[in-house]
């Protein structure tokens, strides 16, 4: 399992190509740099640890896809980032 961080510094969680709240919902799937949400809508891009939502990218889709909920996770916030885009829509 490895971790992301949203750009204001919520944690995600990685699973394989699932990515998943801190309270363990499941709230994507990576394919390529990008995150689609379980509907197959793009939800944010990868920039190093950083997911972030850029309108620029949003006209990509892909398939819907399905994903059980798992444990959430103690792990804590980051420090926000400076980097450009907006902060994803996910839940915590």
């Known amino acids: 399992m490895s971790s992301l961080y949203t750009k204001n510094g919520r944690p995600l969680q990685v699973v394989g190509s699932n990515v998943y709240s801190r309270s363990g919902t499941c709230v994507g799937r990576i394919g390529g740099s990008k995150v689609y949400d379980p509907s197959g809508r793009y939800a944010g891009t990868i920039v190093g640890d950083r997911v972030v939502y850029r309108s620029t990218d949003s006209a990509s889709i892909s398939g819907p896809s399905v994903s059980?909920?798992?444990?959430?996770?103690?792990?804590?916030?980051?420090?926000?980032?400076?980097?450009?885009?907006?902060?994803?829509?996910?839940?915590d």
Not at 68 to 91: K, L, Q, T, V
């Open 68 to 91: 059980a909920s798992r444990a959430g996770s103690a792990a804590a916030h980051a420090a926000g980032s400076a980097i450009w885009g907006d902060e994803p829509n996910f839940p």
